[in-house]
């Protein structure tokens, strides 16, 4: 682990090596804003390190979804009257889904890192405990931090941040860098619009901090708007023709496995298995 990287005024991201997910940290005037807490109790422990070495202050916590790697180190960083904010969708998931999100978790990493797979198993799922529907914005004492939910997209709770005075704009895994879209609860179909609204967000020299990856910019965003748009349109093109799941797959911008999870994610919505 590198550290805490300062990418704008004090806006700093800490890339951890272990599924290369971001942490991102919005120092203010009288709170810091730790956005996306890492895994286990270890890895959240050497975040609060790196977070106490730029600020003293009280620490307020975002989750930008309810996937395990940006939420499981909660638990490190809460204590007692920290608020903990996420989307409505993704906090209920949190409550109602927390044994379950954890059983999935473990069972994910137990072949490929038996040692990492056990430090998930000892987490203490800890909630959000403040939700936004559709846009809050948190006063750290002398700047905003605006959240937003544009839609589902990742996953039904996706919130993506932004810090005005420092433009710079964080969008948890609507995008990432490194690595293709995960679509495994996600919504091919509405995916499109929402990297649509972040890039309407973002100006020239915008600074994106993905959910996984390098830092991008507005040009890397619009490219995998491209890339997302271009998908729904042959799933929806596929539907109607009924084509075979991996014949439009074939035909993706991503990978044919990344692909195929997404056609039959967008096929059952088309059919009416969800809510799309």
């Not at 198993?121 to 006063?139: C, F, G, I, K, S």
């Not at 729904?232 to 991503?254: K, M, N, Q, Y």
Request: with cysteine.
């Amino acid at each position: 682990m590198t550290g805490l990287a300062e990418v704008a005024r004090d806006v700093y991201v800490l890339r951890y090596p272990k599924l290369d997910v971001n942490s991102t940290v919005v120092v203010g005037g009288h709170t810091t804003l730790v956005i996306d807490t890492l895994s286990t109790v270890t890895q959240a422990s050497e975040l609060l390190a790196e977070v106490r070495r730029v600020s003293a202050l009280p620490v307020c916590l975002v989750n930008t979804h309810a996937h395990f790697d940006h939420f499981f180190g909660n638990s490190t960083l809460a204590t007692a009257g920290t608020d903990v904010w996420a989307h409505e969708a993704a906090a209920r998931a949190m409550v109602e889904l927390g044994d379950v999100l954890q059983r999935q978790a473990v069972a994910g990493q137990s072949e490929r890192d038996p040692a990492f797979a056990a430090e998930l198993a000892e987490v203490v799922v800890v909630p959000a405990n403040r939700t936004v529907r559709r846009e809050h914005t948190l006063d750290l004492g002398d700047r905003d931090v605006v959240l937003r939910h544009f839609g589902r997209a990742h996953s039904p709770g996706d919130l993506v941040l932004h810090v005005p005075d420092a433009d710079t704009v964080m969008t948890g895994d609507i995008i990432e860098q490194g690595a293709p879209p995960q679509f495994g609860d996600g919504y091919p179909l509405d995916w499109p619009d929402v990297a649509a609204e972040i890039r309407r967000l973002c100006g020239r020299y915008t600074t994106v901090v993905p959910g996984h990856g390098e830092v991008v910019d507005r040009i890397f965003v619009g490219l995998q708007h491209d890339d997302l748009s271009r998908l729904a349109w042959l799933i929806r093109d596929g539907h109607a023709d009924g084509a075979p799941a991996a014949t439009v797959a074939a035909e993706s911008p991503f990978d044919l496995a990344t692909s195929l999870v997404a056609v039959d994610r967008g096929y059952q919505a088309l059919d009416g298995a969800f809510d799309r």
